[in-house]
Structure formats: structure tokens, C-alpha cells
């Protein structure tokens, strides 16, 4: 948890006024979650790629991970 929200935290210090921002240890666990999603998404859908003999990702690879899920 600690590295992910020292990443959040090293984003958002890119944004101008970035010390008027709080985040909450709530959030920080929505978007960890969300980013593990988005991560096994394109892992899975990486293997129907190398499956089908190449070596782009399309939309329909990442529909039907999403349909199988």
C-alpha cells in the first residue's frame, strides 16, 4: 500500500496547487483496486493476443475478458 500511495501522491505533486489536495485512505483503496483491475484486464486479454498469433491488443480482446471475467 505505501508504494502505490507514494506514487499517487508523486502524480499528483505535478499538478499546480497540489498541497490543497487530501486524499483518503478510502480512495487510495478504491483506486488501488481499480488498477488491479485495469492491470488483470490487459493481462488477460495480452494472452488471447499470443493465442491469436500477434502482438497488438484490439478492442475485442479487451471485450472478451470482460465477457468471460
Known sequence: KAP????IYKILH???Y?????????ILFVLLLSSI???TNILGSN???IHAKRVT???KDM???????
Open 47 to 49: 494472452l488471447y493476443v
Open 63 to 69: 471485450e472478451l475478458v470482460r465477457t468471460l471475467g
Open 4 to 7: 502505490f500511495q507514494r506514487l
Open 14 to 16: 505535478d499538478i499546480p
Open 37 to 39: 483491475v485495469i492491470i
Open 57 to 59: 491488443i484490439i478492442k
Open 18 to 26: 497540489y498541497r490543497q489536495f487530501r486524499i483518503q485512505s478510502a
